[in-house]
């Protein structure tokens, strides 16, 4: 079957796309589990260990508190309540910490560090995957043992007012329960009155045994505006005052109970300096955690100092607490200050269910757990339990008895550290048969990037091939092996029959595909080259700058430092590319050979009229001697002020490129130090801000409006004032007449002003594109209509960018207007270089951003603007575009520039199979890099998260080569 190198360089994409969501599926392992079904009847707790005598005591101890009120406020950062924001605007709670009755601890939250596995950490003790990061999004019902349901199960009330993922992950659970959007960022004010105006009422009755609150407001202030904002001290103070009136009311119903109340006080993650959180650095992992109790007695001038503790731990003290079972997959242990005030005997029943919990846990999960250093201390203590039992039952109350339950106790505690490390380690379980990847486009290199620019698909020989059977019995025969002597099933084995057959159909055929092409590069001697079309073509300098620098770049993926550094490697390979160009734009210049026959060049009235840059040079021996001798009539082309402009260009974006880096510092090295981002987002600096956000806008307005037509260019003029208004409206920016903030508002009116010039203008593009296939003689409409849809994404972009980033996407203009009309027309780069110049031009600015590959710089707010709910499909589109921006535009300009210039349709297809295949190779070199790290200490905190980047980076790029198919299509319908 014949095809355009474009359609299958798309295809390609498509079926990686599945194969890279296959291989996520495979490599995000679950974490260890309890064998024991949820829904079984609950399990008798393990009697009291005992050396020669029967224990009366096999039954779970009586609970410790008569109401727990658990208030989490999300995103609150540990030095919010323990440093200088907390003495200042949380003095209540500060009071609790210095000199009430509680025990206040640093709880340390694992990443991802995002709301719905954060919770389920709490409220489970195990390790969310993580998937859940993903997942968050749209949160399951929790199906894990988890301390909600062993509380419901026991007959006890729980209400709840909070944010709705609760509400999702415990279904059924709450007898009384109101929930808030957690995703609508731009609100931070009613979505905490809403869960504040149920708290006099409630708290007035008696008839609930557990109360959650869960605030976002903090949460939404920091993505907004970041931790340092005004509003975050008036949020803390309105946290202190519902902390004190909780605390207050507690305090007054216990003369009606036995037992004494917990409060808790804790934070389901941190907050990153930009205001974000969801990545592994020390503000975001960081929460503090505060019990607050009569029962916690402290004598005058008893200073305590928060102690660090894990968030899971939080789990088993909660069931403890309450007199329940610990959760099952539950790899947290017992905060033991809060039985410390027991009695020993209490104290170490206490210890001894939870080491029996975690020590059964470490059976079920690890095959060697005899040897493990956990069990054997836990049967050590276990040992020791018994003879302090049989001294005890003797009525043996000697200082004997005393010094033995102490070495007991820090036995114990050894032993929980030890096997909840063990456990903890224990979640990089792979399924290592669900990893695919494709490798076909390397070996379609020749072909494709023929001059025609068409390959030959080898499908139906190998489907009909002894080979294909042969493959496709093979894979089945594993699958069978695999899936049936497995003790944990994979993902493929939980997959129908008929969908399984299909997957290895699909491998078989792939792999038949291979080998025929693999048989007829070595057969006809088609090895590959930079043009195969051109058998005498050789590499220039700036073909081996891009083809080591590629190289170079999915080399760097294996080094840590160097994934949380890539902005770095983009800023370098752009940065040597521009030099590479003025080296040879000034060898073009000043270098002339006059015995060589000058082919393929002429200018008509300067750059006006130079002839498309990009058509096919078939009366040229070789593309070197095109590009030497096109180039050496420059100096008698050039004139005036194009001669300087074109000398100058590489020096021009390399100085926009050296203030661009110094806007956004990101990284994990340098992302603390001061840049002009934080310098303009001050309160103090609005005013600068402001002037620089208009003259981007009016700069975009300029570069933007020359392609569009008369009725595009008003539309984006009005766009881009709304815009404006918009940030002026949200207070971000000010009008010259406007003084102060007192008329902020969200903006929604604004916003949605915006969006009618951009869907005007992407609709005016897209009719222009169809009319472009009807008038087949008419190319300028379709030009236009490319550069509309163009333009209607440069004014999304504008809208979704915070004011302070507005310069990266007035320079990124700028510099595809240097780089299109004083480089590559009068050097006549080809189809495959522009091309990468694109690619590596889009990842620079998806880094000036100030996006790393740290899940904590995805700007979520950019996913609410000018909506006043939430909606899934608007905010996650909003989000990804915000977020990828740069590349979506760079490859955008890349379709507009080679339809207007190329001669022919071979440029397009060329540029989408080099497109997907650049974007390809780091995708498949990095998901082998990571199957070999697995076991990397940074797999987690610095891998994983750029693994799924790369996978919607991946998606990013097949929507961009059906977008090249799409136009290429329009191409031969028009030839």
Known sequence: MRLGSG?????????????????????????????????HRAESPAPEPSAGSSSNWTKLPPPLFSKVVIVLIDALRDDFVFGSKGVKFMPYTTYLVEKGASHSFVAEAKPPTVTMPRIKALMTGSLPGFIDVVRNLNSPALLEDNVIRQAKAAGKRIFFYGDETWIKLFPKHFVEYDGTTSFFVSDYTEVDNNVTRHLDKVLKR??????????????????????????????????????????????????????????????DHGMSETGSHGAS???????????????????????????????????????????????????????????????????????????????????????SYEKDPGFEQFKVSEKMHGNWIKLYLEENNSEVLFNLGTKVLRQYLDALKTLSLSLSTQVAQYDIYSMMVLTLLLLSIPQALRRKAELDVPLSSPVFSLLFYLMFLVLSAIHVIVCTSAESSCYFCGLPWLAACGVMALISALLCAIVSVLTKMFVRGNLPSKNPAHPNSGWSELDLLMVFGTVGHVLSLGASSFVEEEHQTWYFLVNTLCLALSQEIYRSYFLRDDGEPQCCFHVEQGFAGATPALQDRTSCDTREQDRVHMSSSLSEVLRGWEKWMVLASPWLILACCRLLRSLNQTGVQWAHRPDLGHWLTSSDHKAELSVLAALSLLVTFTLVQRGCSPVSKAALALGLLGVYCYRAAIGNVLFPWQQDNRDISKGIIEARFVYVFILGILFTGTKDLLKSQVIAADFKIKTVGLWEIYSGLVLLAALLFRPHNLPVLAFSLLIQTVMSKFIWKPLRHDAAEITVMHYWFG???????GNSNNIATVDISAGFVGLDTYVEIPAVFLTAFGTYAGPVLWASHLVHFLSSEASSGSALRHACFCYALIGSIPVSAYIILVTSLRYHLFIWSVFSPKLLYEGMHLLVTAAVCAFFTAMDQTSLTKS
């Open 7 to 39: 359609t299958f360089a798309a295809c390609c994409v498509a079926i990686e796309v599945l194969g890279v969501a296959v291989f996520l599926r495979g490599f995000f392992p679950a974490p260890v589990r309890s064998s024991a079904r949820t829904e």
């Open 206 to 267: 008696g008839d609930w045994d557990v109360l959650i609150l869960h605030y976002l407001g903090l949460d939404h202030i920091g993505h907004v505006s970041g931790p340092h904002s005004p509003l975050i001290g008036r949020k803390l103070s309105e946290m202190d005052g519902v902390l004190m009136r909780i605390h207050t009311a507690l305090l007054s119903k216990e003369r009606e109970t036995l037992l004494p109340n917990l409060l808790v006080l804790c934070g």
């Open 281 to 367: 650095s020390t503000e975001e992992v960081n929460t503090p955690l505060i019990l607050i109790s009569s029962a916690f007695e402290r004598k005058p001038g008893d200073m305590r100092h928060p102690k660090r503790v894990q968030q899971t731990d939080l789990a088993a003290t909660l069931a403890i607490g309450l007199g329940l079972p610990i959760p099952k997959d539950s790899v947290g242990s017992l905060i033991f200050p809060v039985v410390e005030g027991k009695p020993m005997r209490e104290q170490l029943r206490f210890l001894h269910l939870n080491t029996v919990q975690l020590s059964k846990l470490l059976q079920e999960n690890v095959p």
């Open 843 to 849: 990842q620079a600015f998806f880094y000036f951003q």
